[in-house]
């Protein structure tokens, strides 16, 4: 069977998210509803990662395995035509068969968006930024920013994720079932450790007109990793915690340390990269 894959814009406000739940509107639902509709075939496609309810995305990635042997130009067409205008696919075609929307990507870019409450937000931008309630520093919103650059354990970021902590459990469990030798602790540390650890390539701040835009590009994105960060700088930002309080929050690999969530509204999955 052909593997497609796609490129797809979506405003994730009427939605919960990516992943398919029973009886709730999803982005894979209502994909994987477009291509029976057009074809007949019960698939599932999968993204490159799962943006949570009211996230959107400027260029999402999915594949799936289909038997119809459909040309790609028609299929884009009723894709487009069988979706809501909510969701827009934007590219489709054949893909190798070894392709994977996830497990092949080695980054991602997202932005956050922050429209401050001492200006008027157009009502056509209300749904797409954080209408923030307090005014931001920009120099210790980008100071706060730099900390993260590089690699490091993004626990302290990281809400529950329920896939990732049965992987660490059974890390855990393998660890706790057998007689280690000395130091075997520390490499199931390390192991765990390396579940919730990520290198950030870019991560900066910039304003433009009455937006201030955060934009971050890395190897992966632990659950509501971006949020809780920008949450965090918005706390330096308002002089809450001081800037260079990030390496200690990171070190502590503790949610509870780290800042408030910030609301899905703002954030954009802008790219990802294979």
Not at 104 to 113: D, P, W
Not at 216 to 228: P, Y
Request: aromatic share 8%.
């Amino acid at each position: 069977m052909p593997l497609w894959k796609t490129i797809l814009s979506y405003d994730g406000t009427p939605f919960h998210g990516w992943q398919v739940q029973p009886n709730l509107p999803t982005i894979q639902g209502t994909l994987a509803h477009a291509i029976h509709h057009i074809t007949r075939e019960s698939v599932l496609p999968q993204g490159s990662g799962r943006t949570d309810a009211g996230v959107h995305a400027l260029a999402q990635v999915a594949s799936f395995f289909l038997e119809s042997p459909i040309p790609p130009a028609n299929f884009l067409r009723a894709l487009n035509h069988a979706l809501p205008p909510s969701i827009r696919v934007l590219s489709i075609e054949h893909a190798a068969p070894s392709f994977h929307a996830r497990h092949s990507a080695i980054g991602k870019t997202y932005e956050y968006r922050i429209h401050p409450t001492n200006s008027i937000c157009s009502p056509m931008q209300a749904p797409y930024v954080w209408p923030c309630p307090f005014p931001l520093d920009m120099e210790q919103l980008q100071e706060a920013a730099t900390y993260i650059l590089g690699t490091h354990d993004f626990t302290s970021f990281a809400a529950v994720d329920p896939d990732l902590t049965a992987r660490i459990a059974v890390l855990k469990d393998e660890n706790s079932s057998t007689s280690p030798p000395s130091g075997a602790s520390d490499v199931n540390f390390q192991s765990a450790s390396a579940l919730t650890t990520r290198t950030i390539y870019e991560s900066a701040w910039r304003q433009h007109e009455d937006l201030l835009i955060y934009r971050v590009t890395g190897t992966g994105f632990l659950h509501h990793m971006v949020r809780n960060l920008v949450g965090t700088f918005a706390e330096a930002g308002t002089g809450r915690i001081p800037a260079n309080s990030i390496p200690t929050i990171l070190a502590a690999r503790n949610r509870s340390a780290a800042g408030p969530t910030a609301p899905a509204s703002g954030l954009f999955l802008v790219k990802v990269e294979y």
